[in-house]
């Protein structure tokens, strides 16, 4: 079976995902690479459903087990629909968020929140686990005040609303992440200009593809 390349894009509010994915997914798509972007909550016509009642709060009074399990029910639909059949045809997937996201925002507080969360993330993605999950790194007043600038005079998200204290939190728990899986996590610097945070993305990609298709090369085709 061919398999692609699957990256997601973690970090907080603010912290340039979308930014650094369009401008990485032009690159590859210049390069020839088959690229697919897509995001999460959402990501296929089921999903995206999902993330209006999610980020709209309408989900926030049945508690954060209920949250829990629609981010997860999104987010297996998505698998299932889009990332795991392009996987297989052998495309670049670029994710902005996934299930580092749910172990973040849904897992934190306490140790119940964080076992549920696992559970749930093991049967959503369903053994389609990123290849490479890039944190973007960034001071959470400082994310914070770009993400307002960014959305104008729109309301802030359910998430996004939520106090600078939780936000350092959150910033915590993403690099504990990267410490305890170095092999898949690169932490970047967020806060580094648009340029300089490109090149360090564009080297790691091209590093990870360099290392596929030198494997494919040993192995005679496509794995
Ligand atoms: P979005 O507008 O896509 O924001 P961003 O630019 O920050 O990525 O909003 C997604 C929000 O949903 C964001 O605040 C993080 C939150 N989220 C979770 O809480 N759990 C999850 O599993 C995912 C995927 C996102």
Redesign the pocket.
């Known amino acids: 079976m061919a398999r692609g390349l699957f990256i997601t894009f973690e970090g907080g509010?603010g912290a340039g995902?979308?930014t650094q994915i369009r401008r990485l997914s032009e690159k590859l798509r210049r390069k020839g690479y088959d690229t697919l972007v897509t995001?999460?909550?959402g990501g296929s016509p089921g999903a995206e459903a999902l993330r209006h009642v999610i980020?709209s709060g309408a989900a926030e009074p049945f508690g954060p087990r209920m949250e829990a399990i629609l981010?997860a029910a999104a987010r297996s639909d998505h698998v299932e629909q889009v990332i795991r059949p392009a996987l297989e045809r052998g495309a670049i997937v670029l994710c902005?968020?996934?299930l580092d996201?749910?172990r973040v925002?849904?897992g934190a507080g306490s140790d119940e929140n964080a076992a549920l969360v696992e559970t749930l993330v093991h049967v959503a993605v369903n053994g389609v686990m990123p290849d490479m999950t890039l944190i973007f790194d960034i001071d959470a007043e400082a994310g914070l005040s770009r993400a307002a600038a960014r959305r104008g005079t729109d309301q802030a998200?359910r998430?996004?609303k939520e106090t600078l204290e939780i936000h350092q939190r959150r910033r915590e728990a993403y690099l504990a992440i990267a410490e305890k899986e170095p092999d898949r996590c690169i932490v970047i610097d967020a806060w580094a200009s648009e340029d300089e945070v490109d090149d360090v993305v564009t080297a790691a990609v091209f590093a990870a593809l360099e290392v596929r298709a030198n494997s494919e090369r040993k192995t005679g085709g496509a794995g």
Do not use: H, V
């Open positions: 509010e995902k979308s995001r999460e909550p980020l981010f902005d968020r996934f996201s749910s925002y849904q998200d998430f996004e």
